[in-house]
């Protein structure tokens, strides 16, 4: 039953249940994580991103990539594009079905819940500041230094996957805390479409627009940034 497209489907419906989960625990009315903060959320996704990455190693995605930049980076150092078509919708349709799973775990939240932009907010990420330049190069700086740091953890001569699993979850966290004050931090194409579409289909009273205007950003900033690092590598380390 193990595959690679089942372990990047699960891998992301994990990283999105926990990570939209904490969200929806710190923002949602008359949860017992109301207001918990910044560092709650920074820190439920990178335990987010450990638990994703082992679920999907578990199920098959030795890579448990859970991400398209992550994916188009690694085609790019390696010269294997041959998952991009098949990885990328898995992640996007995890991403979805566990934006999905957050709605029914906090079911009778919603109807407490007067802001439609914390509603949304739960789902996808939103500027600090609507201001597009800025807004894309915060999320392009911020999957560029996701990629280094990925490839700094998995480079040959760190094999330890099980540590370096470990790693990524901080270096999640580290760019969180760090970057992630601006546009909420993506970093992940996967993480943000999914749940929007989700937002737009699930019946969640006065759950507001999508913005569909502005998803392009954490969708193709997060593409640029991704491949950018890794073209760059390629450059330096001659790979």
């Not at 039953?1 to 929806?24: C, D, K, R």
């Not at 578990?58 to 991009?84: M, Q």
């Not at 609507?130 to 700094?152: M, P, Q, R, V």
Request: net charge positive.
């Amino acid at each position: 039953m193990q595959s690679t497209l089942l372990g990047e489907f699960v891998g992301t419906l994990v990283l999105i249940l926990l990570g939209n989960g904490v969200v929806a625990g710190v923002l949602l009315e008359r949860s017992k994580a109301k207001n918990g903060g910044w560092m709650v959320i920074t820190a439920g996704w990178a335990f987010a991103v450990i638990f994703g990455i082992f679920t999907a190693r578990l199920l098959g995605s030795n890579d448990a990539h859970l991400n398209p930049g992550v994916t188009l980076g690694f085609a790019i150092l390696t010269g294997d594009y041959s998952k991009l078509l098949t990885y990328i919708p898995a992640q996007i349709a995890g991403a979805f079905c566990g934006a999905c799973l957050v709605y029914l775990h906090f079911l009778p939240h919603w109807k407490e819940a007067n802001d439609s932009t914390r509603i949304l907010a739960v789902f996808s990420t939103e500027p600090a500041i609507d201001h597009k330049l800025s807004n894309f190069i915060s999320e392009y700086l911020a999957t560029f230094l996701l990629i280094l740091g990925i490839y700094a953890i998995f480079n040959p001569t760190q094999p330890n996957l099980h540590i370096g699993t470990f790693l990524v979850g901080l270096l999640v966290w580290s760019l969180g805390l760090s970057m992630g004050g601006t546009t909420g931090y993506a970093i992940n194409p996967a993480r943000d479409l999914g749940p929007r579409i989700a937002h737009q289909l699930l019946p969640i009273p006065g759950k507001g627009a999508s913005r569909w205007a502005y998803s392009w950003i954490p969708f193709f900033a997060p593409l640029a940034g991704a491949a950018t690092a890794a073209l760059l590598l390629k450059l330096i380390l001659g790979i």
